[in-house]
């Protein structure tokens, strides 16, 4: 079974300072990894995506993460944050295949983004 | 290329009564998912369907149900509505692909907010 862990439910930072969402997974197999961002009350926007190759992923808004394997990793960062990124953002991970079971999405709990002036 | 819309966008019902709510996938899509929400959760599972067969379920009971149609729209069924059943339900699209199924691209509708009183 799929598992995400995103450590730090709320993570409060400066406008201008560095964003970090940390995010670690449990997979049997190679995963196909997310970030998907919510405005309140408004449905989950793709932020990036790992399939496969470069292991440094760039998204839209100026988030990037990187895939690590070894660490089961998919943390999120962006260099300065803007009072627009404020957000809750969920990592999830999904089998590559459709296997009997689905390739459902495995979300994690979600991380609260605050910007601050 | 069109996104996921889902229909209706709010919806209040009593115990006890049915509700469907209503996904067009996104075009060339023909894989989709439920997943609901509840307040402060992150998505969890519902179900998948793929060539208008369920092919996967999550922790839900047989009372939500759901369909499939040739053109990859889909239908999420609720029956004997409970006060829990109130959450954002989401409807998310991908593309199956190749002999190993090979699952492409996750598209999210802005869901729909059930109430239940």
């Known amino acids: 079974a799929q598992s995400v862990t995103q450590l730090g439910s709320h993570v409060s930072v400066s406008e201008g300072a560095l964003v970090l969402l940390r995010c670690n997974y449990s997979?049997?197999?190679?995963?196909?990894l997310f970030w998907y961002v919510q405005y309140p009350n408004q449905g989950l926007q793709l932020l990036l995506k790992y399939t496969t190759g470069a292991t440094l992923v760039k998204g839209i808004n100026g988030f990037e993460a990187e895939f690590k394997k070894s660490e089961t990793s998919f943390h999120l960062t962006k260099p300065s944050a803007h009072m627009s990124d404020a957000a809750e953002y969920f990592c999830?991970?999904?089998?590559?295949?459709?296997?009997?079971?689905?390739?459902?999405?495995?979300f994690g709990t979600g991380t609260q983004l605050k910007v601050e002036l | 290329e069109t996104g996921v819309t889902q229909s209706p966008t709010h919806l209040i019902k009593t115990r006890g009564q049915q509700v469907t709510l209503r996904c067009s996938s996104q075009?060339?899509?023909?894989?989709v998912s439920w997943y609901q929400q509840a307040l402060g959760q992150g998505p969890q599972f519902i179900f998948q369907y793929y060539r208008e067969e369920e092919n996967g379920r999550g922790n839900f009971p047989p009372r939500f149900s759901g369909l499939q149609f040739p053109n990859y729209s889909s239908e999420l069924n609720v029956n004997a509505l409970e006060l829990d059943d109130s959450a954002l339900y989401l409807c998310?699209?991908?593309?199956?692909?190749?002999?190993?199924?090979?699952?492409?691209?996750?598209?999210f509708g802005s869901g729909t907010r059930l109430t239940v009183v």
């Open positions: 997979s049997s197999v190679p995963p196909y």
């Open positions: 999830a991970v999904s089998d590559r295949e459709l296997t009997g079971g689905g390739n459902k999405l495995t």
């Open positions: 998310a699209s991908s593309l199956t692909s190749g002999t190993r199924k090979t699952a492409y691209g996750y598209t």
């Open positions: 075009s060339g899509h023909n894989t």
